[in-house]
């Protein structure tokens, strides 16, 4: 099938001629499917434990063994665990008490909040600085300053780490081609694998706990550091660094003086986005026995108590849109080239300084009395707001299943029946090698010939991971989202990109939800549909639909005003306008969006195992808490990988060749 596959394709290269010969393909799929179902299905994954697993239990039990007499983990990964430890304990101990030590903290309650809103002012604004300090406060009384603080130690430490790292490598890769090379298929490859599977392999070298949880977080929300800190320094005029080097200055002092300053604004984007990256693995680094909010979350979903679930999922989100606002307007600041708090500059920073430094000394007071009175330093008992919310949860899902129960019901059953129980039937009860084949072939005709090859080893691959079956499942619950992914896609980003108070309208919407950690999605679903596949879908969903609905916004914009003019002045119509002017002009915005929909949809697996999606996810989800079954679920994250990687390099092509195409965007 694939060798048919790709000689058509070479006949028919067009893009018309490349979707029948798709369309042949899954046709001939679909009847060899009904002669052959049921036969060389590999039903292996679902139970048994294969030689792949117990070869990694293994090595599991023998790395836990010589951890305390080999000398690569005496010398190299105990220290770098004992360091990152220490970090964080150190965080921890100035931001919140302790399990083990002080009875008052360094920096209590009150010197937090005073901290926080200080830095926000002086980085930001008076109204960053205020919903700073209410947004901490919120955080109190709900009855999880603790879980907070705990949250934010670990995101500190693993942002500080990721920008040491991250902005001195990404400026190396500014200013040196060769470095750019280098770096960006590691880029690429770490933001193409689930977050979730790098916890596994770091819990081997590691063990589970703030060490393990800050390395996966700084690994997954380093890569943005990376990306956004190359591409300011890049983007600086080529003009200005020449007009730099003509008055003799260095290398070293066109960077200092020249480089930095103009891409300031763009770093500092790039913090606000390993920020946001951070904290969304920090949270889920609970998996690992990470404290903080992500383990009260977990806790809630593993039990199904949606209303405390929903209290610690909403203090994540106050936490998250504090530290997004505060670093987005820092960037903004710094882009308007305001001089720094206390230097010269206009008037009104003139008459700004004794205000900072009056704020300066209220703020060093209040740390002091944080560090002196048990009153400032423990945030006083729950004041009843973490409780009323839980009830109101609580109460808001009892009536959701009792007065929506047939909307919902009907939507489950819709999606189920007509979607996810064929994709599933297709691909569980096909032979295993016409799977295989069907994904050469369409990795041939959609992204060609490399494409068709990373398809072929990522299959066989996957095959001897022992968990086909459960692959199969997985990977029919993720086409099955980003289907519906898809679809909202061009329903809503078509009407964004043709309507410019649409765009304003929904874009602050898409920006929130694209800074709520994955965890968060779950709550809502939980309590509408329960324990199911399909709340793991829905959750999908709305997590990938933002990126999804944006760029299909953007291509649509991105369509010349000409054209469409021509359109109408021609007579057609806003259907016919749409179908067949801007929608084909902005193919290649619409492969990318499948690309990133698939992407994000994959990256929520683990979560949905959480929440009753089964097959790999809940394998991975096992691993952790069941030590036999530890090798199963490292196999089970390697097939996400594998998987996440299939369809990233075939999607990714045929956005490539989309985008290459006459007319594509």
């Known amino acids: ?11 028919a290269p067009t893009r018309g001629g490349r979707a029948l010969a798709a369309a042949a393909v899954l046709a001939g799929w679909a009847l060899l499917w009904a002669a052959l179902r049921g036969l060389h299905t590999l039903p292996l994954g679902t139970a048994e434990l294969t030689p792949l697993h117990r070869r990694f239990n293994e090595i599991n039990d023998a790395v836990g063994a010589g951890r305390n007499s080999n000398p690569v983990f005496l010398h190299v990964f105990n220290e770098i665990r004992l360091a990152i430890d220490t970090l964080v304990t150190l965080l921890q101990g100035l931001l919140a008490q302790p399990s083990f030590g002080r009875p008052v903290p360094v920096v209590g309650w009150l010197g937090v909040v005073a901290v926080s809103g200080y830095l926000s002012w002086v980085f930001g604004n008076v109204r960053v600085a205020a919903l700073a300090v209410a947004g901490f406060v919120l955080l109190g009384l709900q009855g999880l300053w603790r879980e907070s603080m705990d949250t934010l130690a670990l995101t500190l430490a693993a942002v500080l780490v990721s920008l040491l790292i991250g902005i001195p490598l990404g400026v190396w890769a500014g200013l040196s081609d060769r470095v750019h090379r280098l770096v960006t298929p590691v880029l690429d490859f770490m933001q193409t694998m689930p977050a979730f ?9 590691f063990l589970i706990g703030p060490a393990s949880a800050t390395i996966a977080t700084l690994v997954f929300a380093m890569p943005p550091a990376v990306r956004i800190t190359a591409h300011a320094i890049r983007s600086v005029p080529a003009a200005t660094v020449e007009a730099a080097g003509s008055l003799g200055a260095t290398r070293a002092q066109t960077l200092t003086t020249v480089l930095l300053p103009l891409s300031k604004r763009t770093v500092v984007l790039g913090v606000n986005q ?10 889920v680094a609970a998996l690992i026995d990470a404290p903080g909010l992500g383990k009260t979350v977990l806790k809630a979903l593993e039990t199904l108590d949606v209303g405390t679930a929903f209290n610690a999922g909403l203090a994540i989100v106050v936490l998250a849109v504090v530290l997004d606002r505060v670093t987005t307007a820092a960037s903004e600041r710094s882009g308007t080239g305001a001089p720094p708090a206390g230097g ?20 060093g007071a209040c740390v002091w009395l944080s560090h002196t009175y048990v009153w400032a330093a423990q945030f006083p008992a729950d004041a009843g707001v973490g409780a009323a919310l839980s009830r109101t949860a609580d109460s808001a899902t009892a009536w959701a299943q009792g007065s929506l129960a047939g909307v919902t019901g009907a939507a489950r059953d819709v999606i189920t029946t007509l979607l996810l129980n064929p994709f599933e039937a297709l691909l569980t009860g096909s032979p295993w090698w016409l799977v295989g084949a069907v994904a050469v072939a369409l990795g041939a005709l959609l992204g060609g010939p490399r494409a068709a090859a990373t398809a072929a080893v990522c299959v066989a691959l996957i095959v001897g991971t022992g968990l086909w079956r459960d692959s199969m499942t997985t990977l029919a619950s993720s086409l099955v989202a980003t289907v519906v992914v898809l679809a909202l896609g061009v329903v809503v980003g078509v009407w964004m990109g043709r309507s410019a108070p649409a765009d304003r309208l929904i874009r602050p919407v898409l920006d929130a939800g694209q800074t709520m950690p994955a965890f968060v999605y779950l709550v809502p679903f939980l309590a509408l549909f329960g324990a199911s596949r399909f709340t793991a879908i829905v959750a999908a969903v709305v997590y ?7 760029i299909i916004a953007d291509g649509v914009r991105g369509v010349p005003q000409d054209t469409v003019e021509a359109a109408v002045s021609a007579g057609s119509g806003t259907w016919q306008i749409i179908t067949k002017v801007q929608l084909p002009m902005a193919r290649g915005a619409l492969a990318l969006a499948a690309n990133q929909g698939l ?12 929440v009753g999606a089964g ?10 808490s069941q030590g036999q079954l530890y090798g199963k679920g490292l196999a089970a994250g390697l097939a996400i990988v594998l998987l996440g990687v299939m369809s990233d390099r075939i999607t990714q092509a045929a956005a490539r060749r989309a985008a290459r195409a006459p007319g594509g965007h």
Not at 197 to 205: E, I, N, R
Not at 544 to 550: C, E, G, L, Q, S
Not at 599 to 610: D, I, W
């Open 599 to 610: 992407v994000h949809v994959l990256s929520m697996v683990v979560v949905g195992g959480l």
């Open 1 to 11: 099938m694939a060798v048919l596959a790709a000689a058509a394709a070479r006949r």
């Open 344 to 363: 010269r500059g206009s008037a009104a920073d003139v008459r700004r300084r004794p205000l900072l430094l009056a704020g300066a000394a209220l703020t």
């Open 615 to 624: 097959a790999l996810g809940y394998d991975v989800v096992a691993g952790f």
């Open 197 to 205: 599977v790098y916890l596994a392999p770091l819990t081997l070298f």
């Open 274 to 283: 390993t920020i946001m990256a951070a904290l969304s693995m920090v949270t």
């Open 544 to 550: 990938a639909a933002p990126v999804t609905v944006k």
